[in-house]
């Protein structure tokens, strides 16, 4: 049972690293000027950090539609088409998913552990422990093999991640006239996956380190 909610609880630590780093702006401004996104699109960087914002409103359920206008080449113009927008809403059934496990991942935690306070018992305390490495070891063997992929060919992973996360072909943009494609270019994900995934290396390593100090038993509940 401890070695399940652990395990759980560590794809909801990865679910709130993905959103944090999803939902900063400053970041999106960053990579925008490194890529020369900018100049790409042909749009100032005003309308698009104003387009950006909008959209991560969106996602983040802050408003009922993602509906933005800029300029683009001299022409005023709405940025998102209807693929875009249709793409999007099956991005946020699946953060609402996401968030769904969480939330649930967490809830979990919060029990196990008002459990373990009820009980008082050092015992449970080196279960946990001990379970808190086995859930350590599956996840980062499978996020060892991911990773692995992403590094050999992040194309390939990414593509793969769509087709097992989308049932339609929405995603497939067109870079000549879809400004979203043009925004979030393969080279965007690749630097905001590689970033999530050394975030959520240092919390691995606490929360290993954590695991191990239980497990030794060492750790006493005061009654």
Known sequence: MYTGI????LVSVLITVIEYRAYDLSYYEETYGELEIYEDIGISEEDLMNTTTVLLSYMQ???ADMVVYANIRGIDREVFNEKEKLHMIDVNA???MGESIMYVGYALLIAMFGYLLYKRDRSEWVRVGKAGLVAIAVFIGVVGALLAYMLIDF????????HVFFTNDLWLLDPRTDVMIQMFPLEF?????????????GFL?????GCIYMSKERVSVKG
């Not at 994900?189 to 290396?201: A, D, G, S």
């Not at 390593?205 to 380190?209: Q, R």
Request: hydrophobic fraction near 60%; charge should be positive; proline fraction near 0%.
């Open 6 to 9: 652990l395990l759980l609880s």
């Open 189 to 201: 994900f690749e630097k905001i996956v590689l970033q999530i995934t050394f975030m959520y290396v």
């Open 61 to 63: 359920g802050k408003r």
């Open 205 to 209: 390593v606490i929360f290993a380190l």
């Open 155 to 162: 194309n390939s992973f990414w593509t793969s991640f769509h």
């Open 94 to 96: 699946l953060i609402h």
